[in-house]
């Protein structure tokens, strides 16, 4: 070695010396580094993978190695004696036998914020606008803390949906919990984009959990619009997507309505819908052993739809609230379809549409005597009330003899109820029916509600 190569070393020698022990001094401050297990996978059965060498709980997430540098996320969903079941959330081509299985501490922390307004986000709360990464400063999680119920603010304020038919027959509340039930193609998705453009709320977080992919984008572009994305945050998770994303889709547009809420904010949740829910719930309840109940639904379902509608609802007093409107797909319109029967139980009131209504053109089709809100009472005087029970009373009468009245079997001056009931038909129907871009305020709606029903009311009792 020569002299200047000699000198070099002797300098750099004491330099390297002290950049090692200022790492040994960090190494030392940051204590132990935690050791994280891993698992291997030993069997795939169905939609249910087994790994062995974890001790997890339910609910707790992983990562499964694929082929190359992939990584499939899971969650356990079940056991098997010492084996973890997971559900996969992703693609599972790829999986080999002994493919480390890694767990992930911690809940799933979402990005949140008034930054998301305007956005469309998946399952994992990753964008699929394209419109570059998330600006979020804030977080939240998946799992929220439940409410105690003698600390929620009672629903006194009503909420001003911009639907006619609902302001002034079926007063909506802030903080109340509302189901659209329907089968397919009556008008929900519509009915839901005419709520989400017209409502008085700060914020608006749209769910769409298992519809089609084509409805997605025609749902933000044609019903929502740009007017109504601009202060909305939207969860789209399609029906091809693996059941454990429909039902995180649901989790996260719920996760990010309560962190708003929890802001101070009014906020309108519109989940459409709470079916593809439930059957997402079903199909990992199923894969994972659990027996059959009502209608190939397994107990569990049952017990988690309301756990999820609970986090909707106001706050403390003077707080934020969360409105809900949740779609229920009622399989050939049967109302006793078991989701739909469970659900209207849990539910501050629902919406029911009827097909035949919708099939002559009525939208929006609005099922007068099967549909109910609980909470109007409390929200209106007794003079609406009254309103609104004689219009119910006069539509009844109609339909009850409305094959005798299209054969010209009905006799005027025989039942002057039915009487009134046949002259007020036509102007009633006008009244219920709401074009797709029109909106109507809370007050027009009772102002022409009373203008409507006045010539039809019976004197009030001294």
Do not use: W
């Amino acid at each position: 070695m020569s002299e200047s190569a000699a000198t070099g070393a002797a300098v750099q020698a004491p330099q390297a010396l002290a950049r090692l022990e200022a790492l040994q001094q960090r190494l030392r401050a940051a204590g132990p580094l935690p050791l994280v297990p891993s698992g291997s996978l030993v069997r795939v059965r169905g939609l249910i993978l087994e790994a062995q060498g974890l001790d997890l709980s339910l609910g707790a997430r992983c990562l499964i190695a694929a082929d190359g540098q992939r990584r499939v996320s899971a969650e356990v969903v079940g056991f098997h004696g010492d084996n973890v079941q997971l559900m996969a959330s992703g693609d599972m081509q790829g999986l080999a036998p002994g493919a480390r299985v890694i767990p992930v501490p911690g809940d799933l922390r979402v990005p949140a914020g008034r930054e998301l307004c305007g956005r469309v986000l998946d399952a994992d709360a990753r964008p699929l606008d394209r419109l570059g990464p998330l600006q979020a400063r804030e977080f939240a999680t998946l799992s929220g803390a439940p409410i105690n119920p003698l600390e929620r603010a009672l629903v006194r304020q009503p909420l001003d949906v911009g639907v006619r038919a609902i302001n002034a027959l079926f007063t909506v509340g802030r903080g109340a919990r509302m189901g659209l039930f329907a089968g397919s193609g009556v008008g929900k998705s519509v009915l839901l984009g005419m709520m989400a453009r017209n409502t008085n709320a700060d914020v608006i977080v749209v769910g769409l959990v298992g519809e089609r992919g084509r409805e997605v984008k025609e749902f933000i572009e044609d019903i929502l619009g740009a007017e109504g994305l601009r202060r909305a945050v939207v969860v789209a998770v399609p029906a091809d997507a693996p059941a454990l994303s429909r039902i995180r889709g649901a989790r996260l547009a719920t996760a990010l309505a309560e962190h708003f809420r929890d802001q101070g904010l009014h906020v309108l949740l519109l989940m459409d819908s709470l079916t593809r829910y439930a059957l997402a719930l079903r199909e990992v309840a199923l894969a994972a052993g659990e027996p059959p109940a009502a209608r190939g639904f397994p107990p569990s379902v049952f017990a988690r739809l309301p756990a999820l509608v609970e986090r909707a609802g106001n706050g403390g007093d003077g707080g934020g609230s969360v409105t809900a409107f949740y779609t229920i797909l009622m399989e050939g319109d049967d109302q006793q379809d078991p989701v739909a029967d469970n659900t209207r139980a849990i539910l501050d009131g629902h919406v029911v549409l009827d097909r035949r209504l919708a099939e002559r053109g009525h939208f929006p089709a609005i099922d007068l005597q099967a549909s109910i809100s609980r909470v109007m009472p409390a929200l209106v005087g007794p003079e609406q009330l009254r309103r609104v029970y004689r219009l119910k009373e006069l539509e009844s009468r109609y339909a009850a003899q409305q094959d005798l009245i299209a054969v010209g079997a009905y006799t005027p001056g025989n039942d002057p109820v039915l009487d009134q009931a046949v002259q007020a038909h036509a102007a009633i129907s006008g009244f219920l029916r709401q074009g797709m871009h029109e909106a109507v305020d809370l007050g027009s709606s009772r102002a022409m509600l009373e203008q409507l029903m006045e010539p039809y009311l019976a004197p009030a009792a001294p």
